[in-house]
T-cell receptor, first 114, second 115 residues
Framework: NAGVTQTPKFQVLKTGQSMTLQCAQDMNHEYMSWYRQDPGMGLRLIHYSVGAGITDQGEVPNGYNVSRSTTEDFPLRLLSAAPSQTSVYFCASNSPRDTAYEQYFGPGTRLTVT | AQTVTQSQPEMSVQEAETVTLSCTYDTSESNYYLFWYKQPPSRQMILVIRQEAYKQQNATENRFSVNFQKAAKSFSLKISDSQLGDTAMYFC????????????FGKGTKLTVNP
């Protein structure tokens, strides 16, 4: 199993550009989530999904869109990038059938918006 | 809303010694899970240890153990026989039963193990 994969690993955008951060998992997990990590702030939840076709907002959703058309994929879209979105982005997945309640994280994407 | 507080932004310890990282949380839930995640310079998030709130026994994983005080809403991590490879950011995290797709993290503690 590859686990949770994220592409790209690094990205530089100019203000106003759009892009999609890709996330995929091969563990047949129902749940997927996006977090952003900023210095001194820990990880904060952006959006999450409990299954294909179902998404919801987390703590810091503004400026981001998500959709979940398949169990495996959960892309995060930045429609008009802003310098405040400079961060490291993590995708995670888990299953409600897992009584250990562990989330599995991807390697992260470092995004810089200039 | 749940909150997680880590009051030590940075800590250091000598190799082979013991260090304790603090974490407190706030919730009105009675059943929940607590976690410690390690993030080395590679930035990969690695689960170190988990604790189920309804279990009174403190979790242990090799050199890592927790002191879980439910009434005080405290969840500290003890690292024994510290190794250079323990140098990392450590995050305390919380999730509720039925809400495992949503982790609430503390701001982290940067631990440096000195030779």
């Amino acid at each position: 199993n590859a686990g949770v994969t994220q592409t790209p690993k690094f990205q530089v955008l100019k203000t106003g550009q759009s892009m999609t951060l890709q996330c995929a998992q091969d563990m047949n997990h129902e749940y997927m989530s996006w977090y952003r990590q900023d210095p001194g702030m820990g990880l904060r939840l952006i959006h999450y999904s409990v299954g294909a076709g179902i998404t919801d907002q987390g703590e810091v959703p503004n400026g981001y869109n998500v959709s979940r058309s398949t169990t495996e994929d959960f892309p995060l879209r930045l429609l008009s990038a802003a310098p405040s979105q400079t961060s490291v982005y993590f995708c995670a997945s888990n299953s409600p059938r897992d009584t250990a309640y562990e989330q599995y994280f991807g390697p992260g994407t470092r995004l810089t918006v200039t | 809303a749940q909150t997680v507080t880590q009051s030590q932004p940075e800590m250091s310890v000598q190799e082979a010694e013991t260090v304790t990282l603090s974490c407190t949380y706030d919730t009105s839930e009675s059943n929940y899970y607590l976690f410690w995640y390690k993030q080395p310079p590679s930035r990969q998030m690695i689960l170190v240890i988990r604790q189920e709130a309804y279990k009174q026994q403190n979790a242990t994983e090799n050199r890592f153990s927790v002191n879980f005080q439910k009434a005080a809403k405290s969840f500290s991590l003890k690292i024994s026989d510290s190794q250079l490879g323990d140098t990392a950011m450590y995050f305390c995290a919380f999730t509720t039963l039925g809400g495992s797709e949503k982790l609430v993290f503390g701001k982290g503690t940067k631990l440096t193990v000195n030779p």
